[in-house]
């Protein structure tokens, strides 16, 4: 799989945007990362919940592999070469609405107690 197709299909996905991220491109939805990739193509860094990353890494160990953030695992390496489109898509989806719904959700949160405090007020 190219880079350009991971481009594509991440950039039609609602409120993305491409943004450098140091060396790498990110692909962030309302500000928040959840693809960066080299400027070479080679690798894809993708950013899911554990469940879904270990489920990838056990179904697809021969271009999948984990991402490290010091010691910590943060998501996942993919090799561009070998990556089979449909999971990319799929993985790229699935990061897109973790970082979609969690950022949402943060915001209705924010609204709902600001909502309540003015209900309060007025009492």
Known sequence: ???????????ALPEVTEEP???LTSFRVRGKIFVTAAPEGTHLHVFVDDVLREAALAAHPDFIEKLF???KVAGLRIALAAAKPDVVENLVRAAWEGKRGKSG?????KNSKSNQSNKSKKK
């Open 1 to 11: 799989m190219k880079l350009a197709a991971v481009r594509k299909f991440a950039m």
């Open 21 to 23: 991220h140091f060396h």
């Open 69 to 71: 953030w010091g010691k």
């Open 105 to 109: 959700l943060a915001k209705n949160a």
